[in-house]
């Protein structure tokens, strides 16, 4: 790819790979470190970019690797920041009237790194199963089984308004919501 | 006589438990397509958000740094 048009496709496509990198990171702050140093990297590696592929997801596989690697040097030397995010996140969703983005994040947050990647990657970025399973180096059967896993999950979580307790006789209440916003469209 | 539990016939009443069926499986899609749109609604909202400067000081840097010292005085600070 000539530079111009790679300069531009990847300005074009930062908004994206700090979405993508949120689902990592989930302080904003870490996630755009995690795209500066991606932008890096796909820059001085162009080359290796084959023309006529899907530039997005060339991107969003060099974004993974450079967390996997920061993640393993970090693991090894505090306790896993995101891992701890993850738990302080269970807590329950709020009672509105209906479900909103806090609350579908929050459960979206409670999920297993690798399913929420999959169902970000299939369910909001649009990738095929084939493409998703690419960027995550991974078979196209896993993809469809962490993204139905993700998918059933949520349904759970957010049908537990009590999240940890074992009982809920109300626990349809954001299910409920999720019905109502259907409704609406 | 009495028939083992195990191959006991399934008291399945069809016309009643059909009509259950049907709405929890329309309950399940729309509860699967609700969450489908709180992910993408969830997922535009950051992709909207306006892209700090910093990346593309960044990328400009990386231009630079590449074109050399000797290209850099009349190189333009970003496109415009």
Known sequence: ??????????????????????????????????????????????????????????????????????HRKLRR???????????SLSVPPEQHGHLDLADFRTALGTLPSDQRE???????????????????????????????RARNRLVEILGDPELKSSHGTSGTHATDRLVKDAVRG | MTI????????????????DDEPAASIDAAIQGALGRKLRESYEEVVREEVPDKFLRLLNDLKLAESGPADSADSKVGKG
């Open chain 1, 118 to 148: 999959a169902l970000v990657l299939v369910g909001a970025e649009g990738f095929s199963y084939e493409e998703a399973a690419e960027i995550c180096g991974c078979a196209v059967g896993t993809i469809k089984s962490r993204v139905n």
């Open chain 2, 4 to 19: 083992p539990k195990s191959v006991q016939p399934t008291q399945h009443v069809a016309g009643e438990s059909d009509v």
């Open chain 1, 77 to 87: 030397e505090v306790d896993d920041p995101d891992e701890q995010y993850q738990n």
């Open chain 1, 1 to 70: 790819m000539a530079a111009p048009d790679f300069e531009h496709d990847l300005v074009g496509a930062i908004s994206h790979l700090r979405a993508f990198a949120r689902s990592f990171a989930n302080d904003p702050a870490r996630a755009d470190d995690l795209v500066q140093e991606t932008l890096v990297k796909a820059w001085n590696s162009r080359d290796s970019f084959t023309p006529g592929t899907n530039f997005r997801a060339w991107l969003f596989t060099i974004l993974r690797n450079v967390y996997f690697s920061q």
